[in-house]
Every structure is written in C-alpha cells, then in structure tokens.
C-alpha cells in the first residue's frame, strides 16, 4: 500500500467513465468522511445532491434553458452520478461567507479525493450555467444556495487504470512556497 502523498499525486481526473458507480451506502460513507474538512464555527455550510438517471435529463434540460436552446444538453450523461455541490451559507459572526464556501468546496474536493482513491473516475465540472435560474430551480435549491459544480463519478475504464500507472506529473513544491522567518 503506497502513503497518502504519493496516492494524491498518482490521481488524475476522470473525464471518461464507465457506467458503474458508487452505491448509496458507499457515496454515504465517503460523505461522512468528507464532511470533516476545516469548518470555522461547524457550521456545515454545504449539502450534496446526487443525480442519477432522469435527473441528469433533467439538468441538461436546465443548461440548455438557462443557454437559449431547444436541444437538452447532453453533458450531465457524461457519467452515471453527478453529485451538486451547494453552498448553504448559514447566518454567522465568526465565519464570512467566503470562509463558508471555502469549506463547501474542501468537502468537494475533499470527496473527490475520496472517490478517486477509492477507484472511481471523477472529474469536477462548472460552466456558465451553473449560477442560472434554470439549474438553480432544477436543484431545488434555497433562495440563498448556490452551486460551484458538480463531481462527475463512474467506474474507470480500464485504459484509465495504465494511465494512472505513468509517472505523475510534477508539481515543484519550492515553487509555490514563500518561507517567511523571523
């Protein structure tokens, strides 16, 4: 079994899926573990929605009202479990509403990384859309909620797995750290 460091530096995003997914009990679990990202005040300002099946009909519907077009958009049946993640910014004194949504989008990130360790294809997608009336009702979301995305999750194929077996790109970590001592 390899360490945390290097199972985060082998992952990669998945932007072709199969389509198997993760069972309920399964995105459940993944969830609890998710939601211990940092969270000023544990205000748990987010919530998740999975989309499967018609749903995701539903929201190429949506994308294509808030778009101007006739034709549903195909893009939601890109993977068999889109999963929305939404800010659910929550009345506080102690944590900004920047701090709130910093903590939705750990617990996204947090989940794909959670997913794809656990061996499923995932990729976060966004677009011009994702704040429009259209996808907004289509969610059902609150007056105050809002979208970042949605993970698209499925199983690998199994060219993804010997890409995941190429050396991992390189990310130069005195590159992007300023010491300040003293």
């Given at each position: 079994?390899?360490?945390?460091?290097?199972r985060l530096r082998?992952?990669?995003s998945?932007?072709?899926?199969?389509?198997?997914?993760?069972?309920l009990?399964?995105?459940r679990?993944l969830v609890?573990?998710a939601?211990?990202?940092?969270?000023?005040?544990?205000?748990?300002?987010w919530?998740?929605?999975?989309?499967?099946?018609?749903?995701r009909?539903?929201?190429?519907v949506a994308?294509?009202?808030?778009?101007g077009?006739s034709k549903?958009?195909s893009?939601?049946?890109?993977?068999?479990?889109?999963?929305?993640?939404?800010?659910?910014?929550?009345a506080?004194?102690?944590?900004?509403?920047?701090?709130?949504?910093a903590?939705?989008?750990?617990?996204?990130?947090?989940l794909?990384?959670?997913?794809?360790?656990?061996?499923?294809?995932?990729?976060?997608?966004?677009?011009?859309?994702v704040?429009?009336e259209?996808?907004?009702?289509?969610?059902?979301?609150?007056?105050?909620?809002?979208?970042?995305?949605w993970?698209?999750?499925?199983g690998?194929?199994?060219?993804?797995e010997?890409k995941?077996?190429?050396?991992?790109?390189?990310?130069?970590?005195e590159?992007?750290?300023?010491?300040?001592d003293g």
């Amino acid at each position: 079994m390899t360490d945390l460091p290097e199972r985060l530096r082998a992952r990669r995003s998945g932007s072709k899926v199969t389509e198997d997914a993760p069972r309920l009990d399964e995105l459940r679990e993944l969830v609890e573990a998710a939601g211990h990202v940092a969270d000023h005040g544990a205000l748990r300002p987010w919530r998740l929605i999975a989309l499967r099946g018609e749903a995701r009909h539903r929201l190429g519907v949506a994308l294509a009202e808030a778009r101007g077009d006739s034709k549903p958009s195909s893009k939601p049946l890109r993977a068999p479990l889109l999963i929305a993640i939404v800010v659910s910014p929550v009345a506080s004194k102690k944590a900004s509403a920047w701090e709130q949504e910093a903590t939705a989008s750990g617990v996204a990130h947090m989940l794909s990384l959670l997913l794809s360790d656990a061996g499923w294809g995932v990729m976060w997608r966004t677009g011009d859309a994702v704040r429009t009336e259209a996808v907004h009702r289509m969610h059902g979301l609150d007056v105050h909620e809002y979208l970042l995305g949605w993970l698209y999750v499925g199983g690998m194929p199994e060219h993804a797995e010997r890409k995941k077996t190429k050396k991992p790109r390189i990310i130069d970590g005195e590159s992007f750290l300023t010491v300040i001592d003293g």
